[in-house]
């Protein structure tokens, strides 16, 4: 499942599972294009990728504005092409806690940018350097809370569900272009982005994984850096759910 020579960007690889995901691609012989919008963890995580022997650039990227992801896809065409895009950067810390109908507009709107219309921007910029290469890779980091159906996390399910179906429609869409569209959908993994998630939920996901013990950043890699290669070649359109048997869909 090498990834040598292949150049991946990952979005939000700053820290959490972004950042476990960008070393492992990298781990597998890949450049990894750390796009990140804070750029005191984007440089560092980079510079610990080529410490540890790998290859990275950090190109700071904010997923909700264009002139940024333009600036992006300017990188990596000048760098030499692109051949898989993890879309990854989304807001999941402290959201949940209202109910649907508590939720105001704001902040409906705030999480429907960043974890659905953030991708789309992304994707819609890169999309084209594949098409001309007549190859890629597109993976979608989801959520199984949008199979689930979490209560107090309308907007981010929403979102996350929005991102599934986007999925599907992107994989119609460059199928016969040699670029395969996935998503990947964890379940509650242990990080920064779960340490303010109340213990309830924690709960909940250690009585009714199928595997009990949390889940970590690194069991949720292998699945990504086997829909970038190869192997996974005529797979798309599909959500694989990494979560220790909660969800069985």
Do not use: C
């Amino acid at each position: 499942m090498s990834l040598h020579d292949r150049r991946v960007i990952v979005t939000g690889a700053g820290r959490g599972l972004g950042e476990a995901m960008a070393h492992a691609i990298a781990a597998d012989g890949a450049t990894v294009v750390v796009a990140e919008l804070v750029p005191e963890l984007g440089e560092q995580v980079a510079g610990d990728i080529r410490a540890a022997g790998g290859a990275a650039e950090f190109v700071p990227t904010d997923v909700n504005n264009e002139s940024s992801i333009a600036d992006l896809a300017a990188h990596v065409s000048s760098a030499g092409g692109l051949w898989g895009v993890v879309n990854n950067a989304g807001l999941a810390d402290a959201v949940g806690g209202k109910t649907f109908w508590d939720i105001t507009p704001d902040e409906w709107d705030r999480i429907q940018t960043t974890n659905a219309r953030g991708p789309w921007l992304v994707s819609r910029a890169l999309a084209p350097q594949m098409i001309g290469a007549g190859a890629g890779r597109i993976v979608n980091i989801a959520s199984d809370a949008a199979l689930y159906g979490s209560p107090r996390l309308a907007h981010y399910i929403a979102s996350k569900g929005a991102l599934i179906a986007l999925t599907r429609a992107m994989a119609r869409e460059l199928g016969d272009h040699g670029i395969t569209v996935n998503a990947v959908a964890p379940g509650l993994t242990e990080g920064p982005s779960a340490e303010r998630i109340p213990a309830e939920r924690h709960a909940l996901y250690a009585a009714n994984r199928a595997i009990t013990r949390p889940q970590q950043p690194a069991d949720v890699t292998g699945a990504v850096t086997f829909l970038l290669s190869d192997d996974a070649a005529y797979i798309t359109g599909q959500t694989i759910v990494v979560d220790g048997g909660f969800v069985m869909p």
